[in-house]
């Protein structure tokens, strides 16, 4: 391809936070799990944007004219957004390890700005490469006042010619005003959007539960304990360390290999959770899986408080890959399930103080 003027929308993802973390944790730790975030993000601006590159703690990328409007536009970057919100809290949900990788990685937050201009497009030998002062631009409103002013650290900056451009209307959609000045470029005016503050009223609107009538199988269990200490059995991460792994690793103690606890750090995390899709403590929490041959699916376990203990159900269907495929790893998934709620269900008599527990009628 050799090189053309286009003419279109510039959008830069940008993780904050990401030096400050970087510096304060185990370096191959830190980067796997910014990789990880990254691929969330990456993922779910690829349904509208053309990626350009990663940047470190960045992707860049763009739409021409025609290929996107306001509402799509909105709509991917709030889909990121909430994307991103829940992987962080996964990690945090489902990691036992006390490294800071692991325990600070919700210091991590996600930042966009989005340009409307003209670029170069031309072939490279790292494949397709962007060029033009707007493209030059774009990359330099990455630091800006908006934290400092704002108390903003989770936005959308979209600059006035991205606004005139796609017909954003600021007034109507809550977007506040906001000005950058540069020796060169001189006064840009933009428009930003909070999205913790949409990710606090989603987190409040939006429910994802999987009904008994959708449900491909059911999986329970009677804990013999409160709802209170069965929400802790499922949610503290080195609580599921002790039913929800089913390979004990061997440690070092001393310098002597023996048997010990498993733990779950960084890389090891997939094998239990994928994404938080909705979390509502003491009632459920809904979550996405990755399963073998390319199938997803989605677990919905509530807790039902009744006199012998409580009830944990875990709803799961089919959310992506084949019918022949997830047969197969639907059929897996249920023996691990019940494999684990087995476990579960005796933790109670070692894990759990005598006065916290209940009587169950049967086991």
Same mark, same amino acid.
């Given at each position: 391809?050799? #090189?053309?003027?286009?003419?279109?929308?510039?959008?830069?993802?940008?993780?904050?936070g990401y030096?400050?973390?970087?510096?304060?944790?185990?370096?191959?730790?830190? *980067?796997?799990?910014?990789?990880?975030? !990254?691929?969330?993000?990456?993922?779910?601006?690829?349904?509208?944007?053309?990626?350009?590159?990663?940047?470190?703690?960045a992707?860049?990328?763009?739409?021409?004219?025609?290929?996107?409007?306001?509402?799509?536009? /909105?709509?991917?970057?709030?889909?990121?957004?909430?994307?991103? @919100?829940?992987?962080?809290?996964?990690?945090?949900?489902?990691?036992?390890?006390?490294?800071?990788?692991?325990?600070?990685?919700?210091?991590?937050?996600?930042k966009?700005?989005v340009?409307?201009?003209?670029f170069?497009?031309? #072939? =490279?030998?790292?494949?397709?490469?962007?060029?033009?002062?707007?493209?030059?631009?774009?990359?330099?409103?990455?630091?800006? %006042?908006?934290?400092?002013?704002?108390?903003? @650290?989770?936005?959308? /900056?979209? !600059?006035?010619?991205?606004?005139?451009?796609?017909?954003?209307?600021?007034?109507?959609?809550?977007?506040?005003?906001?000005?950058?000045?540069?020796?060169?470029? %001189?006064?840009?005016?933009?428009?930003? #959007?909070?999205? *913790?503050?949409?990710?606090?009223? *989603?987190?409040?609107?939006?429910? $994802?539960?999987?009904?008994?009538?959708?449900?491909?199988?059911?999986?329970? $269990?009677?804990?013999?304990?409160?709802?209170?200490?069965?929400?802790?059995?499922?949610?503290?991460?080195?609580?599921?360390?002790?039913?929800?792994?089913?390979?004990? *690793?061997q440690?070092?103690?001393?310098?002597?290999?023996?048997?010990?606890?498993?733990?779950?750090?960084?890389?090891?995390?997939?094998?239990?959770?994928?994404?938080?899709?909705?979390?509502?403590?003491?009632?459920?929490? !809904?979550?996405?899986? &990755?399963?073998? =041959?390319?199938?997803?699916?989605? /677990?919905?376990?509530?807790?039902?408080? %009744?006199?012998?203990?409580?009830?944990?159900? !875990?709803?799961?269907?089919?959310? #992506?890959?084949?019918?022949?495929?997830?047969?197969?790893?639907?059929?897996?998934?249920?023996?691990?399930?019940? &494999?684990?709620?087995?476990?579960?269900?005796? /933790?109670?008599?070692?894990?759990?103080?005598?006065?916290?527990r209940?009587?169950?009628?049967?086991?």
């Amino acid at each position: 391809m050799g #090189a053309s003027q286009e003419r279109g929308c510039l959008l830069l993802a940008d993780i904050s936070g990401y030096t400050d973390y970087v510096t304060a944790s185990p370096l191959e730790y830190a *980067e796997d799990v910014v990789a990880d975030v !990254t691929r969330t993000v990456v993922s779910r601006l690829e349904a509208v944007i053309r990626i350009n590159k990663l940047e470190g703690d960045a992707a860049f990328g763009y739409a021409l004219d025609g290929e996107l409007d306001a509402t799509m536009l /909105l709509d991917v970057i709030e889909d990121c957004y909430f994307a991103f @919100r829940g992987r962080l809290h996964g990690i945090e949900h489902a990691v036992s390890c006390d490294c800071a990788a692991c325990t600070r990685v919700t210091d991590l937050d996600l930042k966009f700005v989005v340009h409307h201009g003209d670029f170069i497009r031309r #072939a =490279g030998g790292r494949g397709e490469e962007l060029t033009g002062l707007d493209v030059i631009l774009v990359h330099r409103l990455l630091k800006n %006042g908006v934290t400092a002013r704002l108390g903003l @650290r989770a936005y959308a /900056l979209f !600059t006035e010619a991205c606004v005139d451009a796609l017909g954003l209307q600021p007034a109507s959609l809550g977007l506040v005003r906001h000005s950058e000045a540069y020796a060169d470029a %001189g006064e840009v005016v933009a428009y930003v #959007a909070d999205l *913790e503050a949409r990710w606090r009223l *989603e987190q409040k609107r939006r429910r $994802v539960r999987v009904e008994a009538h959708e449900a491909a199988f059911t999986v329970e $269990v009677t804990v013999a304990a409160g709802t209170e200490v069965a929400w802790e059995l499922l949610t503290s991460p080195r609580k599921r360390l002790l039913w929800q792994v089913d390979a004990i *690793e061997q440690t070092d103690v001393g310098g002597r290999r023996v048997a010990g606890t498993a733990s779950v750090c960084v890389d090891g995390r997939a094998r239990i959770y994928e994404e938080i899709l909705d979390w509502r403590p003491f009632d459920y929490v !809904t979550e996405r899986v &990755s399963l073998p =041959g390319g199938v997803r699916a989605v /677990l919905t376990t509530a807790l039902e408080s %009744g006199e012998d203990g409580t009830r944990v159900v !875990t709803r799961v269907r089919r959310d #992506a890959g084949a019918r022949l495929a997830w047969l197969t790893a639907s059929r897996r998934l249920r023996r691990k399930l019940q &494999s684990r709620y087995g476990r579960l269900a005796g /933790l109670v008599a070692t894990q759990i103080p005598e006065e916290r527990r209940l009587p169950l009628a049967a086991v």
